[in-house]
């Protein structure tokens, strides 16, 4: 019979206390706090507290943190608890996780009596010019003593004393805002060849590179009313020689060298025009374009960050690769040079890769958009662009040289790239504020008429002007949709008060019809690679192309008839046979509602107004109001051309915004007009 546990608990107690009281623990014990316990490798510590039970190790070493013992883990030492084993430390008794060693002998500048360095970058404090800065290139441009990075005072912005522009690494973004009325310089007063005034007071930067950089400087804001700032590129001084000049942008492809930057003050007609400006300038080492050297659309190594809108302008006469002479099935000749581009994705996109149009005589670049190399897999291609819905994964894009009939029509190019996400989150959408627009415009100005003329009334452009109707409050289609994305603008300022908007384009590009004006865009230019609104808010960074099917209530579209004509409209609904509505699209679909103007001149008779939109396979179906029939469905964006506004916070520039990008040719030159031919005001059930 067993002793109740009481009893056997107080004879444990008993012969502990015998233990204790004599010192004397058995074999395989040790005394803690007067009590003989466990102790099975005999290392004094007690089992219950040994991180390795099984092995003597008094010491209790445990360099990973892990709660297990060295001994027993079969990792190294580690003496001096700096984390570096000591096998592999170049200083074993002397605390030193960075293992810095300055002179590159083996053993660390901690047991060697080597000096700090405070800022990590491979110099010590006594020899670093900047001790407390990362600079392992110990760049000094003015020779000073002091580097660059931290040089307080990087000159006066004179030749003799010019700003410093620090340049370091394969990327590097400069940005600086002063005002040419405090100008210290007045010294140049034109730039030969270039015959323009520039007599008024400037400021001088220098930089200096180490291998072969493209230069893009712009000014990063719209100058205020009244300034006019320009800017030029010297590769001396003394003799000067100008390399490039704009008003407010270039691009230019930089060797090694020294070069002089001056932001120089215009004088018109006497009248020196200085103010502020906000320059920005990007240094990027210029990649060969080739399959073992591709051109990296972000950061080398890394998926790109979405939304991402990306600008590149080259020649391909100058390109270092010819290894693509086609691209099945396709079987175009592309035997000329080309630019390689590489660029990877973690997560689904939607992605358009497009050449700035038209193109200079006698060129023509083509766009690939592969998803391997070896073997080639061609996702898309185009003479203009490609629109492509991508998922997670790493993507070639080729601009190469179309060779066909003759001899490869080499030559410049602009591309830009698009990446928005598969489905946007709700706080970059504008379609809120467009559908408030629709409402609005249509209360106060709906079918007052329609005539071959520009909105229902004077608009103002923030406080930046007034884009002023032609013959109101009769108006067109494309300008319907104009007067709606104005409209939407103006309801998102007085809702969030944000004033800035106005200053993301001029207010030219709403009201004037040159390639780099919105306007000409959304007026519909095939030369310009513009097919409708949706084209032309990605052109400017403002939108993205969405499938019709993938549409929402407040996109665009531009749709074709089977009689040749077309129209501008804002998409409000799916429709069913029956003209019931719906937000998604689903089988039954058979069109769309819409808003634009068309009709008649008369009030009543046309205007702002509602249509039912039915694709010509469903023929003449009854809907609740006025039809417009014989549409052409189709999934290429030409005949049906779809899109989206994204909000504000989310526009990003392109070469075609002014103080952005690489402009195209032709800023002044209108380019586009008003086709009342193509664009039939009349549809199925107007009044005549």
């Not at 549409?631 to 779809?642: D, M, P």
Request: one cysteine or more; hydrophobic letters at 35%.
């Amino acid at each position: 019979m067993s002793a109740p546990r009481p009893l056997i608990l107080l004879l444990c107690m008993s012969l502990c206390a015998a233990c204790s009281e004599d010192s004397n623990c058995q074999v395989g014990q040790v005394l803690v706090d007067g009590v003989c316990v466990s102790d099975g490798d005999g290392d004094g510590v007690a089992d219950s507290e040994d991180n390795c039970p099984g092995e003597s190790n008094p010491d209790q070493a445990d360099s990973d943190n892990d709660g297990i013992g060295d001994a027993c883990e079969g990792v190294d030492l580690d003496a001096d608890d700096d984390g570096v084993f000591d096998d592999e430390d170049n200083c074993p008794n002397d605390y030193n996780p960075d293992q810095a060693d300055s002179d590159n002998d083996g053993i660390g500048d901690a047991c060697e009596g080597v000096g700090p360095d405070a800022d990590d970058d491979g110099i010590l404090d006594d020899d670093d010019n900047c001790p407390n800065d990362y600079n392992p290139d110990q760049a000094d441009s003015d020779d000073d003593g002091i580097g660059d990075v931290c040089e307080e005072t990087l000159g006066l912005g004179t030749v003799e004393d010019p700003i410093i522009i620090p340049v370091q690494g394969d990327r590097y973004i400069y940005t600086d805002a002063r005002d040419t009325t405090e100008g210290p310089s007045d010294r140049f007063d034109a730039y030969p060849p270039d015959e323009l005034d520039e007599s008024g007071p400037e400021f001088v930067y220098m930089f200096d590179l180490d291998q072969e950089m493209a230069v893009n400087a712009r000014i990063a804001t719209p100058e205020p009313e009244g300034v006019d700032v320009d800017l030029h590129l010297l590769a001396s001084v003394e003799p000067l020689t100008l390399l490039s000049r704009a008003n407010d942008q270039f691009d230019e492809f930089l060797a090694p060298g020294r070069y002089y930057f001056i932001m120089d003050t215009y004088v018109s007609d006497g009248t020196e025009m200085p103010g502020p400006y906000t320059l920005r300038m990007e240094f990027a080492r210029q990649h060969n374009g080739t399959l073992t050297d591709p051109v990296p659309l972000g950061e080398p190594d890394t998926a790109l960050p979405v939304p991402y809108v990306y600008t590149d302008s080259r020649d391909t006469s100058l390109a270092a690769s010819d290894v693509f002479d086609s691209y099945p099935p396709d079987d175009l000749d592309e035997s000329g040079p080309e630019v390689i581009y590489s660029f990877s994705l973690d997560q689904p996109v939607r992605f358009t890769a497009e050449l700035v149009c038209p193109e200079p005589d006698g060129v023509d670049i083509d766009v690939h958009l592969l998803g391997d190399i070896e073997p080639l897999d061609l996702i898309k291609r185009s003479d203009k662009g490609v629109y492509a819905e991508l998922t997670a994964g790493d993507y070639f894009l080729v601009l190469d040289t179309y060779a066909g009939g003759g001899a490869p029509r080499v030559g410049p190019y602009t591309l830009d790239v698009a990446v928005r996400h598969m489905e946007a989150p709700a706080e970059q959408s504008f379609r809120p504020y467009i559908l408030a627009a629709v409402e609005w415009l249509y209360d106060g100005y709906g079918i007052l008429g329609y005539a071959s003329a520009v909105l229902t009334h004077d608009i103002a452009y923030g406080d930046l002007g007034t884009i002023t109707a032609t013959d109101p409050p009769r108006t067109m289609c494309v300008a319907a949709t104009l007067e709606v994305i104005l409209t939407a603008i103006q309801i998102y300022e007085d809702d969030t008060g944000d004033t800035g908007i106005w200053t993301y384009l001029p207010l030219r590009s709403f009201s004037r019809l040159g390639s780099n004006d919105l306007k000409a865009h959304i007026w519909v230019n095939h030369e310009l690679n513009a097919g409708g609104t949706a084209d032309a808010l990605r052109h400017f960074g403002m939108g993205m192309t969405v499938p019709f099917e993938q549409m929402r209530p407040g996109d665009f579209i531009n749709l074709n008839r089977t009689n040749g004509t077309g129209h501008a409209v804002t998409f409000l609904a799916f429709i069913d046979i029956a003209g019931l509505e719906s937000d998604t699209w689903h089988e039954d679909v058979v069109g769309f509602k819409y808003f634009s103007a068309q009709g008649g001149y008369d009030v009543g008779a046309g205007g702002l107004d509602y249509r039912y939109a039915v694709f010509s396979d469903f023929g003449s179906p009854e809907m609740p109001y006025n039809r417009d029939l014989n549409i052409i469905y189709s999934t290429n964006q030409v005949y049906l051309n779809t899109g989206t506004l994204y909000a504000p916070d989310y526009w990003l520039p392109t070469s075609r915004v002014p103080w952005s990008g690489t402009l195209a040719a032709g800023l002044d030159e209108d380019v586009s007009f008003f086709d009342p031919v193509y664009f039939d005001g009349r549809t199925t059930d107007d009044i005549e």
